[in-house]
T-cell receptor, first 113, second 111 residues
Framework: DTAVSQTPKYLVTQMGNDKSIKCEQN?????MYWYKQDSKKFLKIMFSYNNKELIINETVPNRFSPKSPDKAHLNLHINSLELGDSAVYFCASSLGGVGNTIYFGEGSWLTVV | GNSVTQMEGPVTLSEEAFLTINCTYTATGYPSLFWYVQYPGEGLQLLLK?????DKGSNKGFEATYRKETTSFHLEKGSVQVSDSAVYFCAQSNTGNQFYFGTGTSLTVIP
Protein backbone atom coordinates (compact mmCIF):
# COMPACT_ATOMS: atom_id res chain seq x y z
CA ASP A 1 0.00 0.00 0.00
CA THR A 2 1.25 3.47 -0.90
CA ALA A 3 1.75 5.51 2.26
CA VAL A 4 1.18 8.96 0.76
CA SER A 5 -0.67 8.95 -2.54
CA GLN A 6 -1.51 11.90 -4.70
CA THR A 7 -3.46 12.23 -7.93
CA PRO A 8 -3.10 13.02 -10.71
CA LYS A 9 0.58 12.31 -11.33
CA TYR A 10 0.63 14.34 -14.53
CA LEU A 11 -1.53 17.30 -15.40
CA VAL A 12 -1.33 19.49 -18.47
CA THR A 13 -3.77 22.36 -18.60
CA GLN A 14 -4.30 25.76 -20.14
CA MET A 15 -3.74 29.11 -18.50
CA GLY A 16 -6.78 30.38 -16.68
CA ASN A 17 -8.14 26.95 -15.83
CA ASP A 18 -8.89 25.70 -12.31
CA LYS A 19 -7.48 22.37 -11.18
CA SER A 20 -7.21 20.24 -8.06
CA ILE A 21 -4.65 17.78 -6.77
CA LYS A 22 -5.76 15.23 -4.21
CA CYS A 23 -3.66 13.66 -1.47
CA GLU A 24 -4.31 10.87 0.98
CA GLN A 25 -2.09 9.26 3.60
CA ASN A 26 -2.71 5.94 5.30
CA UNK A 27 0.00 6.31 7.93
CA UNK A 28 -2.22 7.69 10.68
CA UNK A 29 -0.20 10.93 10.72
CA UNK A 30 -1.54 14.14 12.20
CA UNK A 31 0.29 16.62 10.00
CA MET A 32 0.12 16.99 6.23
CA TYR A 33 1.93 19.36 3.87
CA TRP A 34 2.05 20.71 0.37
CA TYR A 35 5.45 21.52 -1.14
CA LYS A 36 6.27 23.03 -4.51
CA GLN A 37 9.45 22.00 -6.34
CA ASP A 38 10.67 24.20 -9.16
CA SER A 39 12.78 23.26 -12.16
CA LYS A 40 15.99 23.75 -10.15
CA LYS A 41 14.76 21.19 -7.59
CA PHE A 42 14.30 23.86 -4.91
CA LEU A 43 11.66 22.67 -2.45
CA LYS A 44 9.33 25.25 -0.95
CA ILE A 45 6.75 24.66 1.76
CA MET A 46 3.32 26.00 0.84
CA PHE A 47 0.92 24.78 3.51
CA SER A 48 0.79 22.54 6.52
CA TYR A 49 -2.23 21.17 8.36
CA ASN A 50 -2.32 19.51 11.74
CA ASN A 51 -5.50 17.59 12.55
CA LYS A 52 -7.34 19.50 9.82
CA GLU A 53 -6.20 22.91 11.07
CA LEU A 54 -3.93 25.16 9.06
CA ILE A 55 -0.62 25.69 10.88
CA ILE A 56 1.71 26.87 8.12
CA ASN A 57 0.61 29.20 5.38
CA GLU A 58 3.62 30.51 3.51
CA THR A 59 3.53 33.39 1.08
CA VAL A 60 1.51 31.78 -1.64
CA PRO A 61 -0.93 33.46 -4.04
CA ASN A 62 -4.57 33.37 -2.94
CA ARG A 63 -5.27 31.32 -6.04
CA PHE A 64 -3.95 28.33 -4.10
CA SER A 65 -6.38 26.97 -1.55
CA PRO A 66 -5.81 23.86 0.52
CA LYS A 67 -8.66 21.84 1.96
CA SER A 68 -8.44 19.14 4.59
CA PRO A 69 -11.74 17.25 4.96
CA ASP A 70 -10.15 14.93 7.54
CA LYS A 71 -6.67 14.34 8.85
CA ALA A 72 -5.93 11.70 6.23
CA HIS A 73 -6.61 13.99 3.29
CA LEU A 74 -5.20 17.30 2.12
CA ASN A 75 -6.26 18.55 -1.29
CA LEU A 76 -4.88 21.52 -3.21
CA HIS A 77 -7.07 23.60 -5.44
CA ILE A 78 -5.56 26.12 -7.82
CA ASN A 79 -7.63 28.82 -9.51
CA SER A 80 -6.80 30.76 -12.65
CA LEU A 81 -3.64 28.83 -13.43
CA GLU A 82 -0.61 30.78 -14.67
CA LEU A 83 2.47 29.69 -16.57
CA GLY A 84 4.58 30.19 -13.45
CA ASP A 85 2.54 27.58 -11.60
CA SER A 86 4.20 24.87 -13.68
CA ALA A 87 6.13 22.76 -11.17
CA VAL A 88 6.04 19.50 -9.28
CA TYR A 89 3.75 19.55 -6.25
CA PHE A 90 4.48 17.15 -3.42
CA CYS A 91 2.14 16.12 -0.68
CA ALA A 92 3.75 14.87 2.52
CA SER A 93 2.82 13.80 6.03
CA SER A 94 4.48 13.36 9.40
CA LEU A 95 3.53 12.09 12.82
CA GLY A 96 4.84 15.17 14.60
CA GLY A 97 7.11 15.02 17.59
CA VAL A 98 10.86 15.25 17.86
CA GLY A 99 12.76 12.88 15.64
CA ASN A 100 9.84 11.84 13.47
CA THR A 101 10.18 11.68 9.73
CA ILE A 102 8.30 13.36 6.93
CA TYR A 103 7.02 11.07 4.18
CA PHE A 104 6.47 12.28 0.64
CA GLY A 105 4.11 11.31 -2.12
CA GLU A 106 5.33 10.63 -5.64
CA GLY A 107 4.57 14.15 -6.83
CA SER A 108 2.16 15.74 -9.28
CA TRP A 109 3.76 17.21 -12.40
CA LEU A 110 1.74 20.27 -13.38
CA THR A 111 2.34 21.92 -16.74
CA VAL A 112 0.45 25.07 -17.64
CA VAL A 113 0.43 25.95 -21.33
CA GLY B 1 16.04 31.34 12.54
CA ASN B 2 16.10 27.82 11.23
CA SER B 3 17.80 27.00 7.96
CA VAL B 4 19.90 24.43 6.13
CA THR B 5 22.78 25.14 3.78
CA GLN B 6 24.19 22.43 1.57
CA MET B 7 26.86 22.46 -1.06
CA GLU B 8 25.78 23.42 -4.51
CA GLY B 9 25.95 20.99 -7.32
CA PRO B 10 25.92 19.49 -9.67
CA VAL B 11 28.45 16.92 -8.54
CA THR B 12 29.83 14.43 -11.06
CA LEU B 13 31.88 11.47 -9.90
CA SER B 14 33.27 8.32 -11.43
CA GLU B 15 31.98 5.01 -10.17
CA GLU B 16 33.72 3.87 -6.94
CA ALA B 17 34.79 7.42 -6.06
CA PHE B 18 34.37 8.84 -2.55
CA LEU B 19 31.41 11.14 -2.02
CA THR B 20 30.99 14.01 0.41
CA ILE B 21 28.06 16.41 0.34
CA ASN B 22 28.37 19.15 2.93
CA CYS B 23 25.44 20.30 5.03
CA THR B 24 25.32 22.85 7.84
CA TYR B 25 22.34 24.11 9.77
CA THR B 26 21.21 26.95 11.99
CA ALA B 27 18.55 26.16 14.53
CA THR B 28 17.11 27.05 17.89
CA GLY B 29 17.77 24.14 20.18
CA TYR B 30 18.88 20.75 18.93
CA PRO B 31 16.98 19.63 15.87
CA SER B 32 16.77 16.21 14.31
CA LEU B 33 18.74 16.01 11.07
CA PHE B 34 17.89 14.12 7.90
CA TRP B 35 19.15 13.26 4.46
CA TYR B 36 16.58 12.59 1.78
CA VAL B 37 17.20 11.28 -1.73
CA GLN B 38 15.14 11.97 -4.83
CA TYR B 39 15.59 9.68 -7.82
CA PRO B 40 14.50 10.96 -11.23
CA GLY B 41 10.75 11.16 -11.56
CA GLU B 42 10.11 10.21 -7.94
CA GLY B 43 9.33 11.78 -4.60
CA LEU B 44 11.79 12.29 -1.75
CA GLN B 45 12.69 9.25 0.32
CA LEU B 46 14.35 9.20 3.68
CA LEU B 47 17.97 8.07 3.34
CA LEU B 48 19.12 8.42 6.94
CA LYS B 49 18.63 10.50 10.05
CA UNK B 50 20.15 11.39 13.41
CA UNK B 51 18.26 12.77 16.37
CA UNK B 52 20.99 13.89 18.77
CA UNK B 53 24.57 15.07 18.84
CA UNK B 54 27.25 12.52 17.86
CA ASP B 55 24.63 10.13 16.46
CA LYS B 56 25.57 8.56 13.16
CA GLY B 57 22.87 7.77 10.65
CA SER B 58 23.64 5.15 8.02
CA ASN B 59 21.86 3.40 5.18
CA LYS B 60 22.85 1.79 1.85
CA GLY B 61 26.51 2.61 2.46
CA PHE B 62 25.80 6.28 3.16
CA GLU B 63 26.71 7.83 6.51
CA ALA B 64 26.33 11.17 8.25
CA THR B 65 27.29 12.21 11.77
CA TYR B 66 25.46 14.87 13.79
CA ARG B 67 28.16 17.37 14.80
CA LYS B 68 26.81 19.90 17.26
CA GLU B 69 30.08 21.80 17.59
CA THR B 70 30.25 22.54 13.86
CA THR B 71 26.46 22.43 13.29
CA SER B 72 27.03 20.02 10.43
CA PHE B 73 25.64 16.78 9.03
CA HIS B 74 27.81 15.93 6.03
CA LEU B 75 26.79 12.99 3.87
CA GLU B 76 29.50 10.50 2.87
CA LYS B 77 29.79 7.30 0.91
CA GLY B 78 33.01 5.43 0.35
CA SER B 79 32.30 4.08 -3.13
CA VAL B 80 29.47 5.46 -5.23
CA GLN B 81 27.59 3.53 -7.88
CA VAL B 82 25.77 4.65 -11.00
CA SER B 83 22.52 3.85 -9.20
CA ASP B 84 23.33 6.55 -6.60
CA SER B 85 22.72 9.25 -9.21
CA ALA B 86 19.98 11.40 -7.68
CA VAL B 87 19.32 14.68 -5.91
CA TYR B 88 20.19 14.71 -2.20
CA PHE B 89 18.48 16.98 0.32
CA CYS B 90 19.62 17.80 3.82
CA ALA B 91 16.85 18.73 6.27
CA GLN B 92 16.26 19.56 9.89
CA SER B 93 13.28 19.64 12.22
CA ASN B 94 12.86 20.70 15.82
CA THR B 95 9.29 19.63 16.30
CA GLY B 96 8.52 17.00 13.70
CA ASN B 97 5.85 19.38 12.38
CA GLN B 98 8.02 21.84 10.47
CA PHE B 99 10.91 20.74 8.30
CA TYR B 100 13.58 22.93 6.73
CA PHE B 101 15.21 21.64 3.56
CA GLY B 102 18.41 22.59 1.83
CA THR B 103 18.44 23.47 -1.86
CA GLY B 104 19.40 19.97 -2.96
CA THR B 105 22.62 18.65 -4.51
CA SER B 106 22.44 16.80 -7.79
CA LEU B 107 24.81 13.85 -8.05
CA THR B 108 25.69 12.09 -11.30
CA VAL B 109 27.86 8.99 -11.19
CA ILE B 110 29.45 7.96 -14.46
CA PRO B 111 30.68 4.42 -15.21
Amino acid sequence: DTAVSQTPKYLVTQMGNDKSIKCEQNLGHDTMYWYKQDSKKFLKIMFSYNNKELIINETVPNRFSPKSPDKAHLNLHINSLELGDSAVYFCASSLGGVGNTIYFGEGSWLTVV
Amino acid sequence: GNSVTQMEGPVTLSEEAFLTINCTYTATGYPSLFWYVQYPGEGLQLLLKATKADDKGSNKGFEATYRKETTSFHLEKGSVQVSDSAVYFCAQSNTGNQFYFGTGTSLTVIP
